[in-house]
């Protein structure tokens, strides 16, 4: 089939759906139309958040919102400025898709759906005529006067302006077409993943959890603070998953075999523990030491330490040296771990790395290499933590790119 379009925008995810209904409602007069490899559009949206769609998180301020976007950061502050969360909920909002905001900050939609998203997407392309083609794709892209063409197996396209919106992919060949145009791509590696402890003994506790915990990566200086679960591979939840994220490079420089370490009461000082345990061992000196440590920490996890540190948990406190209670402190202040590989989290991962922001007009997410190129979404440098914050940049960008293709015939 030959296309010839005014936009053309290659990949189906939120960032190039976003930006092709978005170029074709702010201009009347631009014909869109957007390309999908695969045989589906919208797939990643469509399985997020378990089914639900954490669309955007909660956080208003572009200033702290960077703060959750170990690639990106501070650049991203004009972005956000330009369209943040509040801009997101309204769009959706004024199209019959409310969000709903969970205690954690995370966005969704009120339906719990993530269809509803997706529909939402699939209206407004349809509303202002945006041609959607699957299976389809181009091998050769090549400039020419007055935009694009670019060449494949199901045939020719022809267009002014190149939308790539093509998401986020673990190597780097699949940018070198990229690179071909002059643009710098910073090595592709996984963000947001969980620890592996094979074999290890805490592993047993699965299903075990605790509200706050500070894990470090010494070794990179790094640190991250937040509920840990521990699960039949290791060790997940929101302080695990931030980490992997801030040392994503890091870990992956170390083939994902690495020492890091728990304070499981991070709002305690080392010397504070000490004092509330030399407490428990004066007030209940006649009592097991497992069922009256009075730290608020799960009885599984602390028979585990009591054992981890060479005590035995059916002793009582008159029984405990000053040497165990300090062993014990000292424990619970520093667990170190020796985390041997990774694992997808919920399916749910993202690619640090991508298109270097340096070559790329942050007001309208155009090449600074290639005019009349535009990016939008995870095929950027550009990576956040889990909590809403990637599809808040897919959507960011789309609508960026979207407003700089629409130009000025743009109605908004
Ligand atoms: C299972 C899972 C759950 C997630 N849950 C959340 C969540 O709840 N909240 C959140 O904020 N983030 C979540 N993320 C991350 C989020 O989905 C991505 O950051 C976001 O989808 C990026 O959007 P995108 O449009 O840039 O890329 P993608 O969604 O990856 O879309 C890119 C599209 O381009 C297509 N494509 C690739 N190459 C070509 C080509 N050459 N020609 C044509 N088409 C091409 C691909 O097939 C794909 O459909 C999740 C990720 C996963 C994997």
Redesign the pocket.
Known sequence: MNLKVDVLV????????FAAVNAARLNRGLRVAL????S??????L???GGR????HHCLEPGILVGNYPRGGNVLRQVFARWGTEDTIHWFGQRGVPLKTEADGRMFPVTDRSETVARCLLTEAEKYGVAVLLN???DTIRPMEGGFVLKGPGGTAHCSQLLV????HPKGE?YRWLEDLGHRIVAPVPSLFTFNLPQNPITELMGVSVPEATVRLTAFKKSSNGPLLITHWGLSGPAILRLSALAARDLNACQYRFEFSIQWLPTLHEDQIRENLLKQQKDFNQSQVIGHLGLGLPARLVRYLVEKVGLDPSKRWSEWSRKDLNRFTALLANDTYQAQGKTTF?????TAGGVHLGDVNLTDMQSKRVPNLYF????LDI??V?????????WST?WLAAKGMAGEGSNE
């Open positions: 290659l990949g189906g995810g939120a960032a190039g759906f390309v999908e490899k695969s589906k559009v919208l797939s990643k949206v399985v997020s958040g769609c954490n669309v955007t389809t794709h181009y919106a093509t998401g986020g699949a919920k399916e749910e991962f993202v939008a979404g995870e095929v990576d956040g889990t909590g809403g914050f990637n599809f808040q940049a897919a789309g």
